[in-house]
T-cell receptor, first 111, second 112 residues
C-alpha cells in the first residue's frame, strides 16, 4: 500500500542554519508529492508540490525534489528563520485521489 | 466562501454522548475529505466524498462514525457514543482540481 515516512522530531536549529527534513515514500504507480505546513494555532497549508520525477517544488525559500530512484522528497531550506517554526508534513497522492500523510516533523528555530 | 469553514472550532463532550461536526467547503469544490489528527500522530484519513457519494469510507475507525454530504456542499461527521480515544482535531479539506487541497482550521474534540 501507499505510505509516507518522515524523520521524527522535534528538530531544533538556530536561525540561519541549513534545514533538511527527510521524507521517503512507498507507492504504486507515480504519485504526486507534497509538503504541508501547520503553523502554531493554524490549519494545514500547502507549502510545495511536485507531480513527476525530477520535478522540484519550491516556495518561501523551501525546496524539495521528487527522486523516483530513491523514492524520496526531502525538504530543504538554506537559511531558516524563527517564523519557520511549525510542523511539516510530507504527503503523497495517488490516482485514487486520497492524500496520505506522514506523521509530521515539529521544527523549532531558536533566535 | 473564501475558505473551508468548520464548526464548532472546539467541542467538549461527555463520554457516551453523540457529536456532530460540520464542514462547509469552498464553493464549487466537488471533492471533500475528513481527516483526524491525534496528539503526536499524523493525519489519519477517515472518509472522502465526490459530490454526494462516498467512494472511500475505508478510514472510518468504527461503526460509531458516519458522515454525509448533501447538495454536493456541506458535510457532517457524526460520532455516536463518544469515547475518550475519539479526542482529536478533526480536519476537513476540499478540492476541485487534481492537486489542490484546501484545509479548514479543524474542530478540536475533547471527550471527558
Amino acid at each position: 500500500g501507499n505510505s509516507v515516512t518522515q524523520m521524527e522530531g522535534p528538530v531544533t536549529l538556530s536561525e540561519e542554519a541549513f534545514l533538511t527534513i527527510n521524507c521517503t515514500y512507498t507507492a504504486t504507480g507515480y504519485p504526486s508529492l507534497f509538503w504541508y505546513v501547520q503553523y502554531p494555532g493554524e490549519g494545514l497549508q500547502l507549502l510545495l508540490k511536485a507531480t513527476k520525477a525530477d520535478d522540484k517544488g519550491s516556495n518561501k525559500g523551501f525546496e524539495a525534489t521528487y527522486r523516483k530512484e530513491t523514492t524520496s522528497f526531502h525538504l530543504e531550506k538554506g537559511s531558516v528563520q524563527v517564523s519557520d517554526s511549525a510542523v511539516y508534513f510530507c504527503a503523497l497522492r495517488n490516482r485514487d485521489d486520497k492524500i496520505i500523510f506522514g506523521k509530521g516533523t515539529r521544527l523549532h528555530i531558536l533566535p | 466562501g473564501a475558505g473551508v469553514s468548520q464548526s464548532p472550532s472546539n467541542k467538549v463532550t461527555e463520554k457516551g454522548k453523540d457529536v456532530e461536526l460540520r464542514c462547509d467547503p469552498i464553493s464549487g469544490h466537488t471533492a471533500l475529505y475528513w481527516y483526524r489528527q491525534s496528539l503526536g500522530q499524523g493525519l489519519e484519513f477517515l472518509i472522502y466524498f465526490q459530490g454526494n457519494s462516498a467512494p472511500d469510507k475505508s478510514g472510518l475507525p468504527s461503526d460509531r462514525f458516519s458522515a454525509e454530504r448533501t447538495g454536493g456542499s456541506v458535510s457532517t461527521l457524526t460520532i455516536q457514543r463518544t469515547q475518550q480515544e475519539d479526542s482529536a482535531v478533526y480536519l476537513c479539506a476540499s478540492s476541485f482540481s487534481q492537486h489542490g487541497y484546501t484545509f479548514g482550521s479543524g474542530t478540536r474534540l475533547t471527550v471527558v
